[in-house]
């Protein structure tokens, strides 16, 4: 096997076992840390007697499934922005490039404006975002076929502009709702990890998993395309298909963690960049090492935002904002060096 050969698969197990490794730690002490001190011993000691061990019903109640969401939410943000990237030959693509996020908001509140949150219990949101967020993408590729046959510069104007024309529409609903409905779509916005229930988590999980095998086994194909369509023509790859097919699995597991978690940002753009700059500019090294490392991210973030003023937790999209907007920059400032092609 030459060197060549080798290269790859190394710098694979490297970064996917640290990754792992970095996963398991933060979220193996992540449901310990909390302003409630908690025991291990005492949580182990009888764990499904909630009533009688507040110790076990803070652990498995009350974090435990919001380091799992945070887990998933982040494997899904980082994948579908590396692979945003890829397609869109742009850098600074995000997961919401293509008005993903916009789409979730303003279906989101159009159903606290207008649906009762009872209908579907706690469902009525999540089902209201998702399908704004698909919605929304399939209106960004349609616009983008018109006339064209899918050229990036054609998918990031026409995601620039409904997002402009969706985040108008977004400001006159809150203008025109009282101010509990607006603060209620505030926090939305600020991205939440609090209410989750394990039903809520399988539901990710099994509709995340189609989006994350697809987008895993596409790598290939990335790795082609950045090279050109001719020359992934060559190999057998059908550009315009593996586009549109790639951007819908990323778009849809964007979707599904913005439905349960809100717009969290930056996640998409500063796992990506940081594992690209150790890894190299191969995605069947990146893609999987992204989402692990995606997961540890944002547990890590969502630990921070729950301890660092507590008893006050602070939004989990205002720290990754405060984390992300310097990272922005300083891709803006280096950008060359950031491209990974």
Do not use: K
């Not at 730690?25 to 009688?52: C, E, F, H, R």
């Not at 590396?82 to 993903?100: D, W």
């Not at 997961?295 to 973030?301: D, I, K, N, T, Y």
């Amino acid at each position: 096997m030459s060197v060549a050969r080798r290269l790859p698969r190394q710098r694979f197990r490297a970064l996917l076992g640290g990754s792992a490794l970095l996963l398991l730690v933060v979220m193996a002490l992540a449901p310990l840390a909390g302003s409630t001190q908690i025991s291990l011993v005492q949580v182990w000691n009888d764990p499904l007697d909630w009533s009688n061990n507040p110790d076990a019903a803070i652990f498995f109640i009350a974090r435990l499934p919001r380091v799992l969401l945070a887990c998933l939410v982040g494997a899904s943000l980082a994948l579908a922005g590396a692979t945003f990237q890829s397609l869109l030959r742009n850098p600074l693509a995000t997961p919401y490039t293509l008005g993903v996020s916009a789409g979730a908001m303003l279906a989101s509140f159009l159903a606290m404006r207008f649906l009762p949150v009872a209908l579907f219990a706690e469902m009525t949101i999540p089902a209201a975002a998702l399908a704004g967020a698909l919605l929304t993408t399939a209106v960004v590729l349609g616009l983008a076929t018109v006339r064209d046959d899918l050229p990036p510069t054609s998918l990031l104007l026409a995601g620039v502009t409904l997002n402009f024309s969706i985040g108008a529409v977004v400001l006159l609903l809150q203008y025109f709702s009282d101010y509990t409905e607006t603060a209620r779509m505030v926090r939305w916005m600020m991205g939440d990890l609090d209410a989750v229930t394990y039903r809520m988590l399988l539901l990710v999980l099994v509709g995340s998993l189609p989006g994350w095998i697809a987008l895993l086994r596409g790598a290939r194909s990335l790795n082609l395309l950045s090279l050109g369509a001719e020359e992934a023509l060559a190999h057998g790859v059908d550009a315009p298909r593996v586009t549109r097919w790639s951007l819908l699995w990323a778009a849809w597991i964007t979707g599904l963690a913005v439905a349960v978690a809100g717009p969290i940002g930056f996640v998409g753009i500063i796992v990506p960049h940081a594992v690209r700059r150790v890894g190299g500019a191969d995605y069947r090294v990146i893609l999987p090492t992204v989402a692990v490392a995606g997961g540890a991210f944002l547990v890590l973030c969502d630990t921070v935002a729950r301890t660092v003023l507590a008893p006050v937790q602070l939004p989990i999209g205002v720290l990754t904002a405060c984390i992300g907007g310097p990272f922005f920059l300083l891709l803006l400032l280096r950008r060359g060096s950031f491209s990974g092609e």
